[in-house]
């Protein structure tokens, strides 16, 4: 029987039989698998799960605790995030990225403002606005522009008198401007600008 079967036992014989076992097995495979739809809803653990294959699209970030070790997470150094709040010095409202003052201070010259917005806090550090930070404290019903109108920080030479500058200032509420020579004679008003302060 033994030489019965080696004599029918061909290549292709072998191969035949060999293909049979693997579609069988392929088949038995596909059987097996199990989809998403058949998979009743909170029955998988994370044990059940392939590593890293749930991401923040799945997953209801807002429902997440804050990790255990990270219970000082919301803090910085012991403090919440209201001591970190922008605050601006006395006298003044937050416009533009900086802290305006509200009340214009009477006319001088250039020089003569910007020494007193330098020496105004403790440590000393205020300066004149820019055109772009006035325009837009001036949009705030908290800030009236002065009479005659207030400097800004921009400065040109001067074209009647060499060697000297002009100073630009805003002459009204919607942000027209002039230019006035740095002496007695071409003083305004002005109000200073602070760093807003934590």
Do not use: W
Not at 52 to 81: D, F, H, Q, T, Y
């Amino acid at each position: 029987m033994l030489k019965a079967l080696r004599a029918r036992l061909t290549y292709a014989n072998v191969m035949a039989t060999v293909a049979v076992f693997i579609a069988l097995g392929g088949t038995s495979i596909a059987a097996f698998k199990i989809t998403g739809k058949e998979v009743a809803k909170h029955t998988l653990t994370g044990n059940n799960l392939k590593s890293n294959s749930v991401g923040g699209r799945v997953i209801n970030e807002r429902s997440l605790a804050p990790v255990p070790r990270a219970k000082n997470s919301a803090r910085l150094g012991g403090r919440g995030a209201e001591a970190f709040l922008v605050r601006c010095p006395e006298g003044t409202i937050a416009a533009a990225d900086v802290c305006v003052e509200t009340q214009a201070r009477p006319p001088t010259t250039l020089e003569g403002a910007t020494r007193e917005c330098a020496i105004t806090d403790n440590p000393p550090g205020r300066r004149l606005p820019t055109y772009n930070e006035l325009v837009t404290a001036l949009e705030h019903t908290e800030i009236q522009l002065a009479s005659g109108g207030e400097f800004t920080s921009s400065v040109y030479p001067s074209t009647s008198a060499p060697g000297h500058v002009e100073v630009l200032y805003v002459t009204d509420k919607i942000g027209h401007v002039g230019l006035t020579p740095d002496n007695p004679a071409g003083a305004k008003s002005y109000r200073c600008v602070a760093d807003p302060r934590n």
